[in-house]
C-alpha cells in the first residue's frame, strides 16, 4: 500500500494522463480537455453561468510558454493554487468555528 503523500501524487499523474492527449499533444491539455477537466474532477469551483469564462482565465493564466495548451508542470500550479485556496479556507473556518 502506498504512502498518502504518494499516492496523491500518483492520483494526480494519472487525472492529468485521462484528460490529455484525446486530441493532439497527450502530454498537453487544450481548452476542450481542461474544461472536461475542470467540469469532471472540479465541478464544485465552476459553479455558475460564466463557466467558459472561468476555463479561458485558468488556460490563459495557466499557460506559461504562450502555446495555447497546459503541459503538466503548468497543471500543478493549479493543483497547488487550489489546494492553498482550500487550506486556507479550513484555517479560517476552524478559527472562527
Known amino acids: ?52 469564462c472561468v476555463v479561458e482565465k485558468i488556460m490563459c493564466d495557466l499557460d506559461e510558454n504562450g502555446d495555447g495548451e497546459v503541459d503538466f508542470q503548468e497543471f500543478v500550479v493549479l493543483v497547488a493554487a487550489l489546494t492553498v485556496a482550500c487550506n486556507e479556507f479550513f484555517v479560517d473556518s476552524c478559527k472562527s468555528g
Open 1 to 52: 500500500m502506498c504512502a498518502n503523500l504518494q499516492g496523491a501524487m500518483e492520483d494526480l499523474i494519472k487525472v492529468f494522463y485521462h484528460y490529455s492527449g484525446k486530441e493532439g499533444d497527450k502530454y498537453k491539455l487544450n481548452k476542450k480537455e481542461m474544461k472536461n477537466l475542470l467540469q469532471e474532477e472540479l465541478s464544485d469551483f465552476l459553479a455558475g453561468p460564466s463557466e467558459s
